[in-house]
């Protein structure tokens, strides 16, 4: 198949909606916040149509309260954000960008990614023209107008943008889409700074499994389930079901306030969260101020995708450190959303079956942090329950290996509280880490420690008996050392890899100190042959004039200690050379030898010539 439709069909206006109450809501927020704006354009098509219930079923009331804690606290810091802003690019038909959801009217703040000379950044990788959008349902106006009024709705315009992106091209139906036009979209939005990659398109085919590790790794990518109303058990669902996106089902709400899989939306396999896309109210994108209701997965796509910016803007403000350096943000994102809230929504299709539905107050207010004993993100439940650390011996020597004691005294537990302690000693950051685990309130902890200087800490984590639930987190510095080498530390290792005895050795034949690395980086080395110097560092490379036995002695000097150790080296001249030392003696005992039994012989003679 070579193309994907972003398939959502359109719904009727409805009964009139609470918006002007749910936006004055936002109109309240304090003097750090600016006043919560959507166009009053937006306030008319709200009051002829339900298509905002969204707003109210995410909760965007609480979650306004959230960032407006964020915004007046010392805890976080917003000032990098403003001139680096959480970027967010729609993969789609494009967008009418003069809508003034988008600020187009000047009556809203603009909520569109510009490069340093204020022109929108955007890219139409179909035929090299403009981005607009000229797609018969404006498919593409519609999702990124989503992601505006969310954006507008908790005042985060100067923290969250939009990079428009037109890669799909009408074919009379609807919008459909080739895979290399999505992929260099994609390879356009990575390159210029897109944090979060929204792709609401659907193939069943498993061609549109693109999204490659290294993407992942670079943004957050979130893509539509698809409209078919079918499993992913029996088909696939493709970007949605890729390892590398999430894939976003859509959910509407009953009569009777349940959560439900609408009857469209394909459901079940790879695919991993639901969000509210039933007829959603956006820009309609035919002119600068129109409406309109579309529903389907294309729709809750966005909802999500603002979701992980959402987060994205909470983690780098805050002071905190969810997660260490080396530790892929993107993947932490994904793994939160993927973990968080108690929302559900169930299936319509399968009996007693639910599925994960986004919880917008549970992320804006949950605290996440990285574990390193599970090398993934956790939720850490707030509470008073601290933990104190203490480690023996309090220095590591590089390159050695031990026990490290370990203790823990925890404080603030309620009564009848139990709790399970897991260590972590890691040596380095990111892929490299090399990370040696224990638990137990005192633990023993076996070790490696690398040969090379580098941070290390000891990470202490208390969970609730029995549960991933984290409530408390210490961690430790580890200072590490140049061990004190003992008497048998240094050692020569030759071509023969032994050092012991003879090593025989020829031109460009190369003798090294063994475990150099134990040394500090100030240390002395000095090579010496029959006690002239030679060389100098780690290594040395034997070029003699003569072939012969040679003494070869390293000297180490390091932190005023001082090491030496001799070998013989029996060296062979690339030429031949003379003959060696040791020959020379042989061939004069044989000559000498042969002078005796000579002399023996003649004298033997002389006497039987006496005797007649």
Not at 111 to 139: C, K, M, Q, W, Y
Not at 482 to 499: F, L
Not at 504 to 512: A, E, I, M, R
């Amino acid at each position: 198949m070579k193309y994907a439709r972003g398939r959502c069909s359109a719904f009727a206006a409805g009964a009139i909606s609470a918006i002007i109450a749910v936006a004055c809501v936002f109109s309240c927020l304090s003097a750090p916040v600016a006043d919560a704006l959507l166009p009053e354009s937006w306030e008319t098509a709200a009051e002829t149509s339900d298509g905002d219930w969204y707003l109210e079923e995410l909760g965007l009331d609480a979650v306004a309260e959230y960032v407006r804690s964020w915004l007046g606290s010392d805890s976080y810091d917003f000032s990098a954000l403003a001139d680096d802003p959480v970027v967010v690019a729609v993969i789609d038909s494009g967008v009418n960008t003069s809508h003034d959801i988008f600020g187009g009217d000047g009556a809203c703040p603009d909520v569109l990614f510009r490069d340093a000379t204020g022109e929108i950044v955007g890219v139409n990788t179909v035929d090299g023209g403009s981005f607009g959008d000229g797609a018969p349902d404006r498919h593409g106006t519609h999702v990124a107008g989503i992601i505006a009024a969310l954006i507008h709705a908790l005042d985060l315009e100067d923290y969250i943008k939009i990079m428009p992106i037109k890669a799909g091209k009408s074919d009379g139906k609807g919008t459909s889409f080739d895979i290399p036009d999505v992929k260099e979209a994609v390879e356009f939005a990575l390159d210029r700074g897109a944090d979060v990659v929204n792709l609401s398109l659907t193939a069943d085919s498993v061609s549109w499994n693109i999204i490659t590790d290294e993407w992942a790794e670079r943004a957050v990518f979130v893509a539509a389930a698809g409209n078919d109303g079918k499993s992913a058990a029996n088909m696939h669902f493709y970007p949605a079901e890729s390892d590398n996106a999430i894939g976003v089902m859509n959910y509407t709400v009953s009569a009777s306030g349940e959560r439900v899989l609408t009857g469209t939306s394909n459901y079940g396999g790879d695919l991993d969260i639901a969000a509210p896309g039933d007829g959603l109210l956006s820009a309609d994108g035919t002119g600068y101020d129109g409406y309109k209701r579309l529903g389907g997965t294309s729709m809750a796509s966005p909802v999500v995708a603002f979701a992980a910016a959402l987060l994205e803007v909470k983690w780098r403000a805050s002071e905190a450190e969810e997660y260490p350096e080396g530790v892929n943000e993107s993947e932490c994102v994904k793994e939160v959303l993927l973990m968080h809230g108690s929302r559900t929504a169930k299936s319509a299709r399968e009996s007693n079956k639910t599925y994960r539905a986004l919880d917008m107050p549970a992320l804006a207010g949950g605290i996440y942090r990285y574990s390193v004993t599970s090398g993934g993100m956790t939720e850490v439940s707030p509470g008073d329950v601290t933990v104190a650390v203490e480690t023996q011996p309090g220095t590591l020597s590089l390159g050695s290996s031990g026990l490290l004691e370990l203790s823990a005294a925890v404080t603030g537990l309620n009564e009848g509280m139990l709790v399970d302690i897991k260590w972590a000693l890691v040596f380095g950051s990111g892929e490299d880490a090399a990370v040696y685990k224990a638990e137990g309130e005192r633990a023993l902890l076996s070790y490696v420690a690398p040969r090379e200087m580098c941070s290390a800490a000891v990470v202490c984590e208390v969970y609730l008996k029995g549960t991933s639930s984290l409530i408390a987190v210490a961690e430790k510095e580890i200072t590490l050392g140049y061990a004190v080498p003992g008497e048998d530390t240094v050692g020569i290792s030759g071509a023969d890899g032994t050092g012991e005895g003879t090593v025989v050795l020829g031109t460009g034949g190369v003798l090294s100190l063994k475990d150099a690395s134990m040394f500090s980086p100030s240390a002395e080395i000095v090579w010496y042959a029959d006690g002239k110097e030679i060389g100098r560092g780690d290594s040395v490379t034997l070029d003699f004039e003569e072939s012969g036995v040679y003494e070869i002695t390293v000297a180490v000097s390091d932190a005023g200690a001082e090491y030496s150790l001799t070998v013989r080296c029996k060296y062979v001249a690339e030429d031949g050379g003379t003959v060696p030392r040791d020959t020379w003696v042989i061939v004069g005992v044989v000559c000498g030898a042969a002078v005796v039994i000579v002399i023996a012989v003649i004298a033997g003679l002389l006497g039987r010539a006496r005797r007649r």
